[in-house]
């Protein structure tokens, strides 16, 4: 089992910047990805950014340039680094991690999610 703490949400003006932080502990696997996804009220959960054990990463395209994502592996930690802020990134951020299996097969586990809200 894994258990992943997210911390860092909260009320920022557009513009503004927030940095998420979550940490993972338990049977975290060596081939794990982390990432992030964002979810609006009656709405699907979308991708933010994942990044693998050795630095790939992966962005949604309409966050490129704005958000990075990145993980001491040390720390098992991700981080989601946010900035120029908008309105519509408004969301509850949920922290992910994946666990593969050789065989293919994964788990994924999931923080308990943190508000960030962007409102002059």
């Known amino acids: 089992q894994v258990h992943l703490v997210e911390s860092g949400g909260g009320l920022v003006q557009p513009g503004g910047s927030l940095r998420l932080s979550c940490a993972s502990s338990?049977?975290?696997?060596?081939?794990?990805?982390m990432g992030w996804y964002r979810q609006s009220p009656g709405k699907q959960r979308d991708l933010v950014a994942t990044?693998?054990?050795?630095?790939?990463?992966n962005y949604a395209d309409s966050l490129k340039g704005r958000f990075t994502i990145s993980r001491d592996n040390a720390k098992n930690t991700v981080y989601l680094q946010m900035n120029s802020l908008k309105p519509e990134d408004t969301d509850v951020y949920y922290c992910?991690?994946?666990?593969?299996?050789?065989?293919?097969?994964?788990?994924?586990?999931w923080g308990q999610g943190t508000q960030v809200t962007v409102s002059s």
């Open positions: 338990g049977s975290i696997f060596s081939m794990n990805v």
């Open positions: 992910n991690l994946r666990n593969t299996y050789l065989s293919g097969i994964y788990d994924d586990y």
């Open positions: 990044i693998t054990g050795d630095g790939i990463t």
